[in-house]
């Protein structure tokens, strides 16, 4: 405070450092000693620095995400159709055809579909295809799994690709089959023809140990019983059937004999779930299946 203050109020009591100058080394030495202090603490500030700029990118890679995301399930030319155990899935195509997706599998458009390039269909899985024929522009509709690619105008026919074969029946139209990618190297020297043109009536099974085999069956449409949660049994051992119950429910079967797995049944079963087939197999192998924790436990009566 000034001397004037303190005349105008008598009353205030105030004071003040007296000022003494500082030597000249010593104001060097305290520069010295700030300038450290301050290259101390920029790493600290750079680091800080570095780790906001990656929480932004972070949040910003999130909401990129989140939009591609929104666009993907509510576009349905790029839409991947997914269905989960136990789950059947109808599903109508931007060309009116009508594909019946079976649990546990996968089916994705291609990004082109249009009016005048062929329409193409990846299926990972099971599937029934009522294809609507385009006599106006002939497109051809074509559905590539991991070892065949089924080409069709229009028709009705069951692709199966689980556990590393393919099986297509045929009930209405034509197919024509081509081989693709690792099996059509794997399978040249057990093949005559990589092109296979299929009737109705006809099925084709493929596998990399037996190549293909072309079977004409009466009652074709027993292939696509699933559809109608009809399940046909021809000499079907209980492993087998094992197999289809984890392939479509994702249960696994467990049993006190391993000698069970091989008794084997025939004739058709209509089940609209897990449980109603258990019980029916239950029956007809007279056997206790009990249902828990994601498995079915198989033992004598």
Not at 104 to 113: C, G, H
Not at 192 to 215: A, F, H, R
Not at 221 to 244: M, P, Q
Not at 278 to 297: A, G, R
């Amino acid at each position: 405070m000034s001397d004037q203050s303190n005349a105008d109020n008598p009353g205030d009591f105030s004071f003040e450092f007296q000022k003494q100058p500082v030597a000249p080394d010593k104001q060097i030495n305290n520069w010295n000693a700030i300038e450290q202090v301050i290259k101390q603490e920029a790493p600290v500030y750079q680091l800080h620095w570095k780790r906001n700029l990656l929480v932004a990118a972070s949040l910003l890679l999130l909401i990129c995400s989140g939009i591609w995301y929104y666009y993907t399930a509510n576009n349905p030319e790029t839409n991947l159709y997914k269905t989960e155990f136990s789950q059947i899935k109808h599903i109508t195509l931007p060309d009116g055809s009508k594909v019946t997706l079976n649990a546990n599998s996968e089916l994705r458009l291609s990004l082109d579909w249009n009016e005048k390039g062929d329409r193409q269909v990846w299926l990972n899985g099971e599937a029934y295809f009522e294809v609507e024929k385009k006599p106006a522009t002939r497109q051809k509709f074509v559905v590539h799994t991991n070892d065949i690619d089924v080409e069709v105008l229009g028709t009705k026919f069951n692709v199966n690709t689980r556990h590393s074969k393919a099986i297509v029946s045929l009930e209405e139209g034509k197919i024509k089959l081509s081989l693709n990618g690792q099996t059509k190297a794997v399978l040249q020297n057990k093949v005559k023809q990589e092109v296979i043109e299929m009737k109705p009536g006809e099925m084709v099974k493929l596998d990399t140990v037996s190549g293909i085999n072309l079977i004409k069956e009466q009652n074709i449409s027993i292939h696509s019983g699933w559809v109608r949660n009809e399940f046909h049994f021809d000499n079907t051992s209980l492993k087998d059937i094992s197999i289809l119950i984890k392939d479509v429910y994702g249960y696994k079967v467990e049993v006190d004999d391993e000698q069970l797995l091989e008794r084997a049944v025939t004739g058709d079963v209509r089940a609209a779930n897990l449980q109603e087939l258990v019980e029916v197999l239950q029956l007809t192998f007279k056997l206790k299946m009990t249902v828990e924790n994601k498995s079915i436990k198989i033992s004598q009566l």
